[in-house]
């Protein structure tokens, strides 16, 4: 899922001065927001698939886990940020329906927001749910007002920014007091087994099956790279303390081959 940097921003830990990481190369911010968007425009209409064939199905798995932590509910405005193509979103409207159904109340709504149109096309092409906006945007200046959205949540693209602490500031910025901040992420496994078993899989699987499924073997090295990039749980749950969100909380998922990062915006 892609989101996109506004290199007029200052730039945070991901970046340094006009740089920002693209894979294992650091590239000028602005040339990133060309180079992810090729990536995303390349890997969208086989995306739901490679995620099935990189991961097993795990990551359904995954999305269900922090579907549930978010636990959306009637009424709510809910923003899922690099939404693309609405897999997360498919999940809070069908868990806001069923709670509603349950006790009552308005009808949530669910915003996709994702940088990349041809993602976004993609998911409307599969089919939404009622409560589902689909909308193009960046994470970097998100177009949502102050204090507007009840759940924030980011989901396999938060690595994809220049600035990863100007997009969880965008996302303290919306919430409103008391307003729930997710993101789920590949991380850093805990063991030294299973690290050194995803990194021999990722490195030389996942490169190749995007070469026969997708045709694109240079947009699956770069996000096998992105991950390696991306800072590890602690540093992570660091990073959004000091965009001020409180009682931050690290899940775990496949031995930590994923993390689910939640904190509250108090």
């Given at each position: 899922?892609?989101?996109?940097?506004?290199?007029?921003?200052?730039?945070?830990?991901?970046?340094?001065?006009?740089t920002s990481s693209f894979g294992f190369r650091d590239v000028d911010a602005r040339e990133k927001v060309r180079m992810v968007r090729g990536v995303f425009d390349s890997v969208a209409s086989s995306y739901d698939l490679m995620n099935d064939l990189m991961s097993g199905g795990v990551h359904r798995l995954w999305k269900d886990a922090a579907a549930a932590r978010l636990n959306p509910r009637p009424g709510e405005t809910i923003l899922d940020v690099a939404g693309g193509?609405?897999?997360?979103?498919?999940?809070?409207?069908?868990?806001?329906?069923?709670?509603?159904?349950?006790?009552?109340?308005?009808?949530?709504?669910?915003?996709?927001?994702?940088?990349?149109?041809?993602?976004?096309?993609?998911?409307?092409?599969?089919?939404?749910?009622?409560?589902?906006?689909?909308?193009?945007?960046?994470?970097?200046?998100?177009?949502?007002?102050?204090?507007?959205?009840?759940?924030?949540?980011?989901?396999?693209?938060?690595?994809?920014?220049?600035?990863?602490?100007?997009?969880?500031?965008?996302?303290?910025?919306?919430?409103?007091?008391?307003?729930?901040?997710?993101?789920?992420?590949?991380?850093?496994?805990?063991?030294?087994?299973?690290?050194?078993?995803?990194?021999?899989?990722?490195?030389?699987?996942?490169?190749?099956?995007?070469?026969?499924?997708?045709?694109?073997?240079?947009?699956?090295?770069?996000?096998?790279?992105?991950?390696?990039?991306?800072?590890?749980?602690?540093?992570?749950?660091?990073?959004?303390?000091?965009?001020?969100?409180?009682?931050?909380?690290?899940?775990?998922?496949?031995?930590?081959?994923?993390?689910?990062?939640?904190?509250?915006?108090?």
């Amino acid at each position: 899922m892609s989101a996109s940097p506004d290199s007029s921003r200052p730039r945070g830990p991901h970046s340094s001065g006009d740089t920002s990481s693209f894979g294992f190369r650091d590239v000028d911010a602005r040339e990133k927001v060309r180079m992810v968007r090729g990536v995303f425009d390349s890997v969208a209409s086989s995306y739901d698939l490679m995620n099935d064939l990189m991961s097993g199905g795990v990551h359904r798995l995954w999305k269900d886990a922090a579907a549930a932590r978010l636990n959306p509910r009637p009424g709510e405005t809910i923003l899922d940020v690099a939404g693309g193509t609405g897999d997360m979103a498919r999940r809070y409207s069908k868990m806001a329906r069923r709670a509603q159904e349950r006790r009552g109340g308005d009808d949530a709504s669910v915003i996709v927001l994702d940088y990349n149109a041809e993602m976004i096309l993609a998911g409307v092409e599969k089919g939404g749910e009622p409560e589902m906006i689909w909308t193009v945007g960046d994470a970097m200046a998100l177009p949502i007002p102050d204090a507007s959205v009840d759940a924030y949540s980011i989901s396999f693209g938060i690595r994809n920014v220049s600035d990863i602490a100007v997009a969880l500031k965008e996302a303290r910025r919306v919430l409103k007091p008391g307003g729930r901040f997710l993101c789920l992420e590949f991380s850093r496994p805990t063991a030294e087994a299973v690290r050194k078993a995803y990194d021999a899989w990722s490195f030389h699987a996942i490169p190749r099956i995007g070469g026969w499924v997708a045709k694109d073997r240079d947009s699956y090295q770069y996000l096998v790279e992105s991950i390696r990039r991306f800072p590890d749980q602690s540093t992570f749950k660091a990073m959004i303390e000091q965009a001020g969100f409180s009682r931050v909380a690290v899940t775990n998922l496949s031995g930590g081959v994923a993390a689910i990062h939640f904190g509250w915006a108090v």
